[in-house]
């Protein structure tokens, strides 16, 4: 059962970031491996040969062959993988493969091979290089429930030209900080109902003062709030008792994140005998009817604006709206996009929000400096506004450096599409699988001195001579890079940023009694590998 669930999880990671997927229209191994007479020659590195155009590098330096690279073969990486457990551990391997192999190696998972690249000039060099339409991977399962159901993908599953053109209708209204701060009266909303359920279950809690898994109310927070960002519609996830249709949403993510496990490393013949595709189907299409639903609403609404004669007066005021009325996107197209964004945008918010409160509460020094910091531009029983967050260096600093050392997606891919690349010494051909192992470079105490401590104040302009502070600047890179970034990165930002600083407004913290050390574990995104616990004191009683 534990290895299931450790495939599940292995799953979730693979779909939505994947290392472990395939290249578009790369060869299974088998097939190339007899044309070459080698098994030993990897599928990716091998995908075009007849591309490489030369090997001479930047002044005539001789270039080497992709096919040099070392690192485990197929037996030894299964071997990690399900035998010693890695499957749930995959960035603490890559701890010790580079430790191995040094700042860039291949690794071979099935038939496919990837290159693995651990050291910030490596990823800078390669993402420089990115072309107009970066890929990650092939999302290849996400895409089959879409083909099977006749829907629209959204930024996750489409490619190519269509998804520049799919990120032209969705960039505006969400990728600026200023479309962001649009939508801070929506977000204060839902951090005031996060507040008011907070010293609810703190004041029902045996001491008075305890929250137990906090992780799980923030993930409640986060996805009201995304979907009141997207739908303008609020749906109580934040409320004592959850409505039947809500509770219906809050499980289908994970009702389809767990499957998507079995639907990943089961052979499609088992689909029809095993529940798993059954279920995953269904997930999805949870997500997807409720997406349907909010979006007729809106039309609704919008028809009855016309109606009425109000069109002049009627406000563009959430991104479905903003959507809907550019005119860019069907309402079909919008739902293929926001199912995808209700996915993109909860464990992750949640997970960095209770990282960082999970080392706030160990630090009062640093717990003492943020709140004078906060009141200093929000006194207490004021609410902080996107601009008041210009003023406060510290917090952002605690973000970053949440985000450092829990980098939310710890591997990230990408694949050339495009054309060769030149990555340290090696040519690399068309379609090579890149793997970019943020968690390795996050814990390089060559980037970050002192890289397991929890130290925002390396971030601070002040402190960057000092002996803890920031190397390279793709050290730490959580959002991504360049246009196929994440797309929710300023609405993310000022969720956390809000919360942070009302809940620090308000709250003395501390870990509840009996809190061990907890570690990151890796489920898609780095999730806590045990329950957080927090001790909330009122400051201003
Ligand atoms: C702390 C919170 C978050 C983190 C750390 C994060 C991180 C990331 C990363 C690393 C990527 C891949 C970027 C790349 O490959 O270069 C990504 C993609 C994406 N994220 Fe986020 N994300 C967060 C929150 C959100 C939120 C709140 C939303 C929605 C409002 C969102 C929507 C997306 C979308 C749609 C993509 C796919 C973009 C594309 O492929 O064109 N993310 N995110």
Known sequence: MQNLGSLAMRGRMARLW??????????????????????????????????????????????????????????????????????????????????????????????????????????????????????????????EHRDIRGYSYG???????KWYQLRQALNPRMLKPSDAALYTDSINQVVEDLLVRLEDIKIKSPSGDQVLDVA?????????????????????????????????????????????????????????????????????????????????????????????????????????????????LSPDEAMGSLAEFLLAGV????????????????????????????????????????????HMPLLKAVVKEALRLYPVVPINSRINTDKEVVVGDFLFPKNTQFVLCHFVISRDADIFPSPKKFLPRRWLRK?????VGVKHAFGSIPFGYGVRGCLGRRIAELEINLVISRVIQQYKLSLAPGMKEVYPLSRIVLVPDKLVNLCFQKRHP
């Not at 990897?42 to 930047?58: E, F, I, R, V």
């Not at 402190?463 to 002996?467: H, I, K, R, S, T």
């Open 347 to 390: 464990d992750t918010s949640a997970n960095t929000l209770t990282w960082a409160f999970y080392h706030l509460a160990q630090d009062p020094e640093l717990q003492e400096a943020l709140y004078q910091e906060v009141i200093a531009v929000v006194p207490p029983g004021q609410i902080p506004q996107s601009k008041d967050f210009a």
């Open 155 to 161: 930024p996750f599953t489409t490619q190519g030209e």
């Open 18 to 143: 994947a290392p472990l997927l395939r290249a578009p229209e790369r060869r299974p191994l088998g097939s190339r491996a007899k044309a070459v007479d080698s098994a030993a020659v990897p599928t990716a590195l091998t995908a075009d040969p007849g591309t490489l155009s030369s090997s001479a590098g930047p002044g005539d330096r001789q270039l080497r062959s992709p096919e040099e690279l070392s690192g485990p073969g197929a037996l030894r990486s299964f071997f990690h993988l399900f035998v010693q457990g890695y499957v749930f551990h995959m960035h603490e391997l890559q701890v010790s493969l580079k430790e191995k192999y040094g700042p860039i190696w291949k690794t071979v998972i099935g038939p496919y091979t990837n290159v693995n690249l651990a050291s910030p000039s490596l990823i800078e060099q390669l993402m420089r290089q990115e072309g107009k339409h970066p890929l990650r991977s092939d999302m290849a399962l996400w895409k």
């Open 463 to 467: 402190n960057q001579n000092e002996a």
């Open 216 to 328: 799980h109310l923030f993930y409640l927070f986060s996805l009201e709030a995304i979907v009141y960002i997207l739908f303008e519609q609020r749906i109580g996830c934040l409320k004592s008792s959850i409505l039947p249709e809500t509770e219906v949403v809050v499980k289908s993510v994970a009702l389809m994140f767990k499957n998507s496990v079995y639907a990943t490393f089961l052979p499609k013949w088992t689909r029809p005998f095993l529940p798993f595709w059954d279920r995953y189907l269904e997930g999805w299409d949870n997500i997807f009817s409720f997406g349907k639903k909010m979006i007729e609403k809106k039309l609704k609404e919008m028809d009855d604006e016309l109606k009425a004669g109000n069109s002049d007066k009627v406000q563009v005021s959430g991104y479905l709206h903003f959507l809907l009325s550019s005119g860019q």
